[in-house]
């Protein structure tokens, strides 16, 4: 019988815009405050883009991680962006990322707008496709600027989210588990229509359900992964949650009744965002060698669409 393949995580890397804004600087913009802000989210600050892009960041990300996994460019045999806010709309984030790194020339490569999901749709398109094609490397990106979709003058959005990229080279390797799952329901609760000229092309959302959504799926999800793993919460070292909001993740380790320092987070610094979140912990987690081998995770994504979905990964 045919051994199965898994998906190992061999190199990450993360980018964020130089400048920072705090949340003091919004209160000067919106009526709110650094405490409440704080008290409600988390959040502390967040990096805005002023000159860089999409591609920049997605480019340093990928950078750092194709230096970390120790492989050649030319190894990689499948490049997927996940974004919903790409430089244009063609050529795709990851055409462009193929011809700013130099990959090779005849290779897959698109975006995929998952929103918030977008990194762990991505992983899993990579186990299928790597297994499918034989192929062994694959970036795997999430890249937002979505600083340029925010109404600055609407309080319950505009402090929540940042911009910033993360990168993943994955590796198709016998005797790593890897377990994923995603899905969709199609509600419109968060909604980025996009196009300048139309009445409103911000982030608009109703943070209450979106918040109800949340402590719902992110549990359904990591139970899932365990049950088809055969794990027990016990068993996963690290939750790596999307980070949206701190009261989220602290609402779900306690239903999963695991530790908080399980479940590692950098909202306070980046904020949300989106596509790029679970990638730039993963590089934090990984630079600060919590990676050891054996250490497993399940990472646990959702966002508009809404969109949701997990992976167990291990090291
Ligand atoms: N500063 C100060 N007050 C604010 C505020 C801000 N930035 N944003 C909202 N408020 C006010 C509201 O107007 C409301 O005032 P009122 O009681 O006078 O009507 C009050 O704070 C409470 O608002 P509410 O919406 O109930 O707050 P909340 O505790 O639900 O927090 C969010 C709001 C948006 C932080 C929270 O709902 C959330 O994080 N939701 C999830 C959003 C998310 O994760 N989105 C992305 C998913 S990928």
């Known amino acids: 019988m045919e051994k199965e393949m898994g998906l190992r995580i061999i190199g990450t890397g993360h980018a964020a815009p130089k400048k920072v804004v705090t949340n003091d600087d919004l209160s000067k913009l919106v009526d709110t405050s650094d405490e ?16 860089e892009t999409n591609l920049d960041m997605a480019y ?30 063609v050529p795709s984030q990851a055409c462009l990322l193929q011809q700013r790194l130099g990959l090779n020339r005849d290779i897959p490569c698109f975006d995929i707008n998952a929103a918030c999901s977008g990194f762990l749709y991505g ?19 999430g890249s937002e600027i979505i600083s340029h979709r925010l109404n600055m003058e609407d309080r319950g959005t505009c402090i929540l989210f940042g911009d910033g990229a993360g990168a993943a080279v994955v590796k198709l390797e ?34 209450q359900a979106v918040f109800k959504f949340a402590v719902s799926i992110i549990p359904k999800c990591i139970n899932d992964v365990l049950e088809h793993t055969g794990l027990t919460a016990e068993d996963i070292d690290y939750f790596v949650c999307h980070q949206a909001n701190r009261r989220i993740i602290e609402y779900v380790a306690k239903k999963m009744k695991q530790p908080l320092d399980k479940f590692y987070m950098n909202l306070q610094e980046y904020g949300n965002t989106s596509a790029a979140s679970i990638p730039i912990v993963l590089s ?11 250490k497993k995770a399940i990472c646990v994504g959702f966002g508009a669409g809404f969109t949701w979905g997990a992976a167990l990964l291990q090291w």
């Open 123 to 141: 992983l899993q398109i990579a186990h299928a496709l790597l297994t499918q094609s034989g192929g062994q490397y694959a970036l795997v990106v």
């Open 284 to 294: 934090e987690m990984d630079d600060k060698g919590m990676f050891t081998p054996g």
């Open 36 to 51: 409440w802000i704080r008290e409600r989210t988390g959040i502390e600050r967040r990096h805005f883009a002023e000159e």
């Open 174 to 207: 016998e005797g790593y588990p890897f377990y994923g799952m995603m899905g969709a329901d199609g509600d419109d609760k968060i909604l980025i229509c996009g196009q300048e000229d139309s009445e409103n092309p911000y982030v608009q959302m109703d943070g």
């Open 60 to 89: 340093a990300a990928s950078a750092d991680a194709l230096l970390h996994a120790g492989i050649q460019k030319e190894d990689i045999s499948l490049c997927i962006v996940a974004t919903f806010s790409p430089d244009m709309q």
